[in-house]
């Protein structure tokens, strides 16, 4: 098992930027295919985006593509989402997930990940 905390959330204006971060302890990191999704009051949660293990795959909802970028840094076992262009629709609480899958891989669906993070607050205002 792998332990997840997410830290970076805020607040910001339309068209800003956020960077969050979710710092991995407890397993192999690189063995990890890690994704970020978000839960907005009342709607169910979203996937976002997901990277493989070594980095070299990325996906990402189609409500952010272009806007966001995934990466990682396994050296440091921590995962990024760098956020531009913030819009209010992308307010919520923001979730960091971890699954140990084949170095490739990347994995889209939140039933897939056994390990989450708290959570942290984005809110963007317009």
């Known amino acids: 098992q792998v332990q997840l905390v997410e830290s970076g959330g805020g607040w910001a204006q339309a068209g800003g930027s956020l960077r969050l971060s979710c710092a991995a302890s407890?397993?192999?990191?690189?063995?990890?295919?890690m994704g970020w999704f978000r839960q907005a009051p009342g709607k169910e949660r979203e996937f976002v985006a997901t990277?493989?293990?070594?980095?070299?795959?990325?996906q990402y909802g189609d409500s952010v593509k272009d806007r966001f970028t995934i990466s990682r840094d396994n050296a440091k076992n921590t995962v990024y989402l760098q956020m531009t262009s913030l819009e209010p629709e992308d307010t919520g609480v923001y979730y960091c997930?971890?699954?140990?899958?084949?170095?490739?891989?990347?994995?889209?669906?939140?039933?897939?990940?056994?390990?989450w993070g708290q959570g942290t607050q984005v809110t963007v205002s317009s």
């Open positions: 407890g397993g192999s990191f690189r063995l990890y295919t």
């Open positions: 990277i493989s293990g070594s980095g070299s795959n990325m």
């Open positions: 997930a971890a699954e140990r899958r084949f170095i490739g891989t990347v994995i889209f669906k939140a039933e897939e990940y056994d390990n």
